[in-house]
């Protein structure tokens, strides 16, 4: 049963993965990421994580993504030209990725990483009590400064989107 | 019930990275490799959170809520991260009117 939803959904979010990287018109590119995300929420209730599964619902695909498409309109960015003589760079790119992620393959296989099964779930591990306290407490210096830092890039992107009074838009760089 | 094993989440993690860095390297416009390095962002969130789950499995609970925690962190990061680079590509386009990457040369060596 839970192999059933792990293999539906990672299935799902490798081809969306892939509608991402692939397609050639950014709204469909975003639409796709929404897909890859919300099944990774999904993988994250199954990892026992449910906090984190609707943290990722509400920030990724509630604010982030929305925030993307909101920008794709603004900018009315029509689809990406077909690569005129990028294939050289292309081709390096692929490989070099495609190494990587041999390499990746290879360290769990060699290391001690393959199978890894754990034990069901236990209450002692979801419940969300200790995540609340931790944060407020172990981490309260990291959480005030996320805080600060979130208040930092609303303030730059305020001022780095803003159009300037007076001097009609900013100067070309 | 059997339960999945930990390394089958860690290789969906690699290869949905692997995807999203071959977007990031061979796209050209720019919204699409933004969107390639948030999928990268987000593969390495789920082998953190299956990580912690490893950890809990094996009765460590402490190491599972520092895996959790870090993972509330970098969504945190990549929201700030998001708006500011949003806010940078309507900066850029305002002055350009492409975000097409292989044109925008001008800090090129």
């Given at each position: ?33 929404v897909?890859?995300l ?17 943290l990722q619902v509400l920030v990724y695909t509630g604010a982030i993504l929305v925030l993307f498409l909101f ?79 979130l ?23 | ?74 969504l945190a990061?990549a929201a700030a991260?998001a708006a500011?680079?949003l ?23």
């Amino acid at each position: 049963m839970e192999i059933a939803v792990f293999a539906t959904f990672a299935l799902l979010a490798l081809a969306s993965a892939l509608m991402v990287v692939s397609h050639r018109n950014p709204v469909y590119s975003t639409m796709s990421l929404v897909v890859t995300l919300l099944s990774l929420a999904a993988l994250f209730v199954l990892l026992g994580a449910p906090l984190l599964a609707v943290l990722q619902v509400l920030v990724y695909t509630g604010a982030i993504l929305v925030l993307f498409l909101f920008v794709i309109m603004l900018l009315n960015v029509g689809r990406e030209a077909p690569s005129g003589g990028t294939a050289k760079g292309q081709k390096i790119g692929a490989i070099v990725t495609a190494g990587a992620f041999g390499a990746l393959v290879a360290s769990l296989l060699w290391g001690r990483f393959v199978g890894f099964e754990v034990a069901p779930l236990t209450a002692e591990y979801v419940e969300l009590q200790p995540l609340a306290r931790a944060l407020m407490s172990k981490y309260l210096l990291p959480f005030e400064m996320v805080g600060l830092l979130l208040l930092a890039a609303v303030i730059a992107a305020t001022v780095l989107a803003r159009r300037d009074q007076g001097s009609g838009g900013n100067r070309v760089g | 019930m059997a339960s999945v094993p930990i390394s089958w989440y860690l290789l969906l993690s690699a290869a949905l990275f692997c995807i999203g860095a071959v977007g990031a390297l061979t796209r050209r416009n720019l919204i699409t490799i933004f969107l390639s390095i948030e999928l990268m962002l987000n593969s390495v969130n789920l082998s953190i959170v299956a990580y912690a789950r490893l950890a809990g499995a094996a009765g460590n609970l402490p190491a599972a809520l520092d895996g959790k925690v870090l993972v509330l962190f970098v969504l945190a990061v990549a929201a700030a991260e998001a708006a500011v680079g949003l806010a940078l590509f309507i900066a850029i386009y305002r002055n350009r009117r492409e975000i097409d990457v292989n044109r925008l040369n001008l800090m090129r060596w």
